[in-house]
């Protein structure tokens, strides 16, 4: 399992839990997982939403990943 760790903001569609364990071995994958856990997430993923794989943002959705990488999943800021 993959755990994914939620920015602030995203804590409160995922019933206030700060790491969600997800099973995947793609950026894509776990996002998928995610949003079947918690539906609430999936607008503002498909929003869009940045992934952090050990300290960098990831754009490949088709990046790989592994159970031992740190994964962050952090809300985009809009404005201006």
């Known amino acids: 399992m993959v755990e994914i760790?939620?920015?602030?903001?995203l804590r409160r569609l995922a019933g206030d839990q700060v790491v969600i364990p997800v099973t995947g071995s793609t950026v894509r994958a776990i996002l998928d997982a995610l949003v079947t856990a918690h539906p609430a997430?999936?607008?503002?993923?498909?929003a869009g939403?940045?992934?952090s794989v050990n300290g960098q943002i990831v754009?490949?959705?088709?990046?790989?990943?592994t159970e031992t990488?740190?994964?962050?999943l952090i809300?985009?800021?809009?404005?201006?």
């Open 75 to 80: 809300q985009r800021i809009k404005g201006g």
């Open 49 to 51: 939403v940045s992934v």
């Open 5 to 9: 760790n939620l920015w602030s903001g």
């Open 59 to 65: 754009t490949d959705l088709n990046g790989p990943i």
């Open 69 to 72: 990488d740190e994964v962050y």
């Open 41 to 46: 997430l999936a607008p503002v993923i498909k």
